[in-house]
């Protein structure tokens, strides 16, 4: 470990930014490979996006001549960089790692896999709970003197929104346990915040969500409130290490 560090330690600044050139070439180039696989398999990537939409919309429309290329574009483009996340992740822990000291390297390797399980789940939970229950109480506005007339790329963009954003809040048990493990935050001072974290869990809830109702807001700031007690666990787990 020590020669490996003394050998990062005597690469110059180019040296750095050729490696770190090197790292990112090669996810964009599994990036566009996944991609273009998927591309071949955009019929049946759409068909599955657009299944929280048929109950309301049989099928999406597009108002522009180029929309259904760039959606079937964006959609594969799209699938390849969750294909390309995780190694996106190794990829910037294996250039950071050799400065790191012994412990921070410990925590490290239980972020990385934590990062990727959370992300995934975060998107999961928002296209398969929240995106229908949106659709129902938004569409639901209608009254029946409205029809929906959703075209494609609003509604992806929508779903994007949605999943994205869940992707990036489910990440905060990781985010607590890296803090608890590097002595920024200690798990009893969280603990003792459980009153502000769920006043904070229903108005991030109020502000990320694309209703106004009561009940799409409190499916959401539950599992915030979930996602912090289990930070909280994370923060003692990795105290430890």
């Not at 999961?124 to 506005?141: E, M, Q, T, W």
Request: proline letters at 6%; a positive charge.
């Amino acid at each position: 470990m020590r020669e490996k560090k003394e050998r990062v330690n005597s690469l110059s600044f180019w040296e750095h930014l050729e490696e770190l050139r090197r790292r990112i070439l090669f996810v964009l180039f599994v990036w566009i490979l996944a991609g273009a696989c998927f591309y071949l398999y955009s019929d049946k990537i759409l068909k599955f996006l657009f299944a929280p939409l048929v109950p309301f919309q049989p099928r999406p429309v597009f108002t522009r001549p180029l929309e259904p290329f760039m959606v079937t574009f964006g959609v594969s483009c799209f699938a390849g960089c969750l294909v390309a996340l995780p190694l996106l992740i190794v990829e910037i822990w294996l250039f950071v790692a050799p400065g790191l000291n012994k412990e921070e390297q410990k925590i490290s390797r239980l972020i990385i896999p934590g990062l990727v399980i959370f992300s995934y789940a975060g998107m999961a939970f928002g296209f398969f709970l929240l995106v229908p229950v949106a659709l129902k109480v938004l569409l639901g506005f209608s009254r029946g003197i409205m029809m929906p007339f959703l075209s494609a790329g609003s509604y992806l963009g929508f779903v994007a929104v949605i999943t994205l954003g869940l992707g990036v809040v489910f990440n905060l048990p990781v985010v607590l346990g890296a803090m608890g493990g590097l002595g920024i935050v200690q798990p009893a001072t969280l603990a003792k915040n459980r009153r502000l974290a769920l006043v904070g869990a229903l108005v991030l809830a109020a502000i990320i969500t694309p209703t106004t109702d009561v009940v799409t807001q409190l499916m959401l700031a539950a599992p915030l409130v979930v996602l912090y007690e289990v930070g909280i666990i994370f923060s003692k787990i990795f105290s430890k290490q």
